[in-house]
């Protein structure tokens, strides 16, 4: 490239360059950030939308002395690339790669790891008042996109922030401009204005006199938020103790870097409203920022193509399938989403059936409580959540939802590993977590058309039930022409041998079949987590040497310890082999790749078994991959 990017290695590099120097500097930045998210897949919309604002915070902050906490995380390549990772970005969110998130252990400049939303204020502020108590002069910036804003636990940051005396920063990265007048030059001049020490002193003395006179001091209070709030969305967040700065222009450097520079030097909590867009630079993520969110390999002169095979259907499709099938075969069916409609495969739902579809924006605790609430109604509401985030609504789902024994249907989607999302994004502990409370199920399919049915079971229950699925496709399986559910509780056995049975829970139950052909191991389909199915247990305990369980999910407390649960309480001495996702966070790459590694396809199975049930060696026939049809 040869030009400005290639001799920036640090921030320090950067804050060398003169302010003419800057806007060429991100250009280069964001054709280098296009080209290489091209190459490897990724996310891009946001990225491009935060190329400028992202080159102002390190040249205006001495990071990392100075810290910077991005929120969500997904946004922050542009970083990378400034802080000495440009030449690792080809490995991003590949197996040993750099993440597609802020890592503390990859870098000094990632201060706090973030993939989750809405955490951003709060560990800005606890970092904030660290810096006091240790009597060091750094300052704390929080970068929180619009869509974190609506997550209650920003509010509750907020609330803390602004009374805490701290010198804290939050920039609000608004890329919808839902809540923002027009930006323009008026904007401009108002946020220099409003961020300079003589505003800020003028304040401060106005302060001082009117305080003599109380009534004087209130009308002249009043009349300064008034007046603020007819230019700008400033009285709520001065309510809450911050100093509001903005709307102002996040993709001009002429704006953003004095109002910054005046910023830096005020004391106490402080708010900066930038409005950026989504897909900055590139006109077809510009028109299109929701398909280029995440997109996989491109051409950057073609754009995103359909590919020329039509791809299987995935369970995120599979669900919103049969989200459209069940509401038109029953009206009291309430789809419910936090922020991820196209993720839980809920767009053809929201257009058919708008009144009964519900984005409560990034807000999992609410959407878990407002089901709870439209099912005392006797409404049947189904809330399509990705397993991770779950995580977050934890409380609500035992308090409100089981032990009020409401039939709300859970429809956990990225279950187990997600591949480049890395550990923050994997479903691994949605098996244990759910099990142990009362009232709930939990359904486990093996493929899409398992899926479909037991999303019927589950929705035709008096009591909570959780249907969890990995991303992406299955084995391809037809999806049912009509509505009837499984048995509930119930598995079933797929194969036939001796001497050791292989229990599968869920899609795992495909590469546990490949290899009971080697092991000539009986292989059952569990499907449920709770209730397990005790009988089913037992009766395999009763006619095999040995037991193996498989699921992709935590091993500690999952399906295989509900297993040993049962054997024991029912007073069978067996030897169990529990396979699964390990007491570890798994990094990112590849799914296929890291479930090998991991000892969990067909190959992984069969070597556990013989090294760790001690199994004679005995001539296997060529593996033979088993499919829907088998």
Same mark, same amino acid.
């Given at each position: 490239?040869?030009?400005?990017?290639?001799?920036?290695?640090?921030?320090?590099?950067?804050?060398?360059?003169?302010?003419?120097?800057?806007?060429?500097?991100?250009?280069?930045?964001?054709?280098?950030?296009?080209?290489?998210?091209?190459?490897?897949?990724?996310?891009?919309?946001?990225?491009?939308?935060?190329?400028?604002?992202?080159?102002?915070?390190?040249?205006?902050?001495?990071?990392?002395?100075?810290?910077?906490?991005?929120?969500?995380?997904?946004?922050?390549?542009?970083?990378?690339?400034?802080?000495?990772?440009?030449?690792?970005?080809?490995?991003?969110?590949?197996?040993?790669?750099?993440?597609?998130?802020?890592?503390?252990?990859?870098?000094?400049?990632?201060?706090?790891?973030?993939?989750?939303?809405?955490?951003?204020?709060?560990?800005?502020?606890?970092?904030?008042?660290?810096?006091?108590?240790?009597?060091?002069?750094?300052?704390?910036?929080?970068?929180?996109?619009?869509?974190?804003?609506?997550?209650?636990?920003?509010?509750?940051?907020?609330?803390?922030?602004?009374?805490?005396?701290?010198?804290?920063?939050?920039?609000?990265?608004?890329?919808?401009?839902?809540?923002?007048?027009?930006?323009?030059?008026?904007?401009?001049?108002?946020?220099?204005?409003?961020?300079?020490?003589?505003?800020?002193?003028?304040?401060?003395?106005?302060?001082?006199?009117?305080?003599?006179?109380?009534?004087?001091?209130?009308?002249?209070?009043?009349?300064?938020?008034?007046?603020?709030?007819?230019?700008?969305?400033?009285?709520?967040?001065?309510?809450?103790?911050?100093?509001?700065?903005?709307?102002?222009?996040?993709?001009?450097?002429?704006?953003?870097?004095?109002?910054?520079?005046?910023?830096?030097?005020?004391?106490?909590?402080?708010?900066?409203?930038?409005?950026?867009?989504?897909?900055?630079?590139?006109?077809?993520?510009?028109?299109?920022?929701?398909?280029?969110?995440?997109?996989?390999?491109?051409?950057?002169?073609?754009?995103?193509?359909?590919p020329a095979q039509p791809p299987k259907p995935t369970f995120?499709?599979?669900?919103?399938?049969?989200?459209?099938?069940?509401?038109?075969?029953?009206?009291?069916?309430?789809?419910?989403?936090?922020?991820?409609?196209?993720?839980?495969?809920?767009?053809?739902?929201?257009?058919?059936?708008?009144?009964?579809?519900?984005?409560?924006?990034?807000?999992?605790?609410?959407?878990?409580?407002?089901?709870?609430?439209?099912?005392?109604?006797?409404?049947?509401?189904?809330?399509?959540?990705?397993?991770?985030?779950?995580?977050?609504?934890?409380?609500?789902?035992?308090?409100?939802?089981?032990?009020?024994?409401?039939?709300?249907?859970?429809?956990?989607?990225?279950?187990?590993?997600?591949?480049?999302?890395?550990?923050?994004?994997?479903?691994?502990?949605?098996?244990?977590?759910?099990?142990?409370?009362?009232?709930?199920?939990?359904?486990?399919?093996?493929?899409?058309?398992?899926?479909?049915?037991? &999303?019927?079971?589950?929705? =035709?229950?008096? /009591?909570?039930?959780? %249907?969890?699925?990995?991303? @992406? +496709?299955?084995? *391809?399986? #037809?999806?049912?022409?009509?509505?009837?559910?499984l048995p509930y509780g119930k598995g079933e056995i797929r194969?036939?041998?001796?001497?050791?049975?292989?229990?599968?829970?869920?899609?795992?139950?495909?590469?546990?079949?490949?290899?009971?052909?080697?092991?000539?191991?009986?292989?059952?389909?569990?499907?449920?987590?709770?209730?397990?199915?005790?009988? &089913?247990?037992?009766?395999? =305990?009763?006619? /095999?040497?040995?037991? %193996?369980?498989?699921?992709? @999910? +935590?091993?500690? *407390?999952? #399906?295989?310890?509900?297993?040993?649960e049962c054997l024991q309480a029912n007073g069978r001495l067996?030897?169990?082999?529990?396979?699964?996702?390990?007491?570890?966070?798994?990094?990112?790459?590849?799914?296929?790749?890291?479930?090998?590694?991991?000892?969990?396809?067909?190959?992984?199975?069969?070597?556990?078994?013989?090294?760790?049930?001690?199994?004679?060696?005995?001539?296997?026939? =060529?593996?033979?991959?088993?499919?829907?049809?088998?």
């Amino acid at each position: 490239m040869n030009g400005l990017l290639d001799t920036i290695h640090s921030p320090a590099d950067l804050r060398r360059l003169s302010r003419q120097q800057l806007r060429p500097l991100a250009d280069e930045l964001r054709e280098f950030l296009l080209q290489s998210v091209a190459k490897t897949g990724g996310h891009l919309s946001s990225n491009l939308g935060t190329v400028e604002l992202t080159v102002a915070l390190h040249y205006v902050f001495n990071t990392p002395e100075d810290r910077i906490v991005w929120d969500v995380g997904h946004q922050t390549y542009p970083h990378k690339i400034l802080t000495g990772r440009r030449e690792r970005m080809s490995t991003l969110r590949q197996l040993g790669g750099i993440s597609g998130f802020p890592v503390r252990a990859e870098s000094e400049y990632d201060t706090f790891g973030t993939a989750h939303s809405s955490t951003s204020i709060s560990a800005a502020l606890g970092m904030a008042l660290a810096a006091k108590l240790k009597g060091e002069q750094r300052h704390a910036i929080a970068v929180i996109g619009d869509g974190a804003m609506t997550a209650g636990m920003a509010f509750e940051a907020l609330n803390n922030a602004g009374v805490a005396d701290a010198k804290l920063l939050v920039i609000l990265n608004d890329n919808d401009m839902s809540i923002s007048p027009p930006v323009g030059a008026l904007n401009r001049y108002l946020a220099q204005l409003m961020s300079g020490r003589f505003y800020a002193a003028a304040k401060q003395m106005g302060k001082q006199v009117l305080s003599v006179a109380p009534p004087l001091f209130e009308l002249a209070k009043r009349l300064e938020e008034q007046a603020k709030g007819m230019v700008v969305p400033a009285t709520l967040f001065e309510k809450f103790g911050f100093n509001y700065i903005g709307p102002i222009d996040g993709h001009d450097l002429d704006s953003l870097i004095p109002t910054l520079q005046n910023i830096r030097e005020l004391d106490g909590p402080q708010f900066l409203h930038v409005v950026t867009r989504k897909g900055q630079g590139y006109k077809l993520a510009e028109a299109d920022p929701i398909a280029y969110h995440g997109p996989g390999k491109f051409d950057p002169k073609v754009g995103l193509q359909q590919p020329a095979q039509p791809p299987k259907p995935t369970f995120s499709q599979v669900f919103g399938q049969w989200l459209c099938d069940m509401a038109e075969h029953d009206p009291r069916l309430i789809g419910i989403t936090p922020a991820m409609r196209e993720g839980s495969g809920m767009v053809e739902f929201h257009r058919r059936f708008p009144s009964r579809y519900h984005d409560v924006g990034i807000a999992e605790q609410h959407a878990v409580t407002f089901a709870a609430g439209l099912a005392c109604e006797g409404l049947k509401p189904v809330v399509a959540i990705y397993s991770t985030f779950l995580q977050r609504a934890y409380d609500q789902m035992i308090h409100d939802v089981a032990l009020q024994n409401l039939p709300v249907v859970f429809a956990l989607d990225r279950a187990g590993i997600v591949g480049a999302d890395g550990p923050t994004h994997a479903g691994a502990y949605d098996i244990a977590f759910v099990r142990c409370i009362p009232n709930m199920a939990m359904a486990c399919p093996a493929d899409e058309a398992e899926c479909y049915r037991l &999303l019927s079971t589950a929705f =035709a229950q008096n /009591h909570p039930v959780a %249907v969890r699925y990995p991303r @992406g +496709a299955g084995v *391809g399986t #037809a999806l049912p022409q009509d509505l009837q559910g499984l048995p509930y509780g119930k598995g079933e056995i797929r194969r036939r041998g001796k001497r050791i049975a292989i229990l599968a829970f869920g899609t795992l139950l495909y590469p546990a079949l490949d290899a009971a052909e080697i092991l000539d191991a009986t292989v059952a389909n569990m499907r449920w987590a709770k209730p397990l199915d005790e009988a &089913l247990v037992l009766e395999l =305990a009763d006619t /095999h040497e040995a037991l %193996v369980t498989v699921e992709e @999910g +935590a091993v500690a *407390g999952g #399906a295989g310890a509900a297993v040993l649960e049962c054997l024991q309480a029912n007073g069978r001495l067996r030897p169990v082999l529990t396979l699964g996702l390990p007491d570890r966070f798994v990094e990112h790459g590849d799914p296929a790749r890291l479930l090998s590694m991991l000892g969990l396809d067909a190959p992984g199975m069969v070597a556990a078994v013989r090294e760790r049930l001690r199994l004679p060696e005995v001539p296997a026939p =060529a593996l033979k991959v088993v499919s829907a049809a088998d």
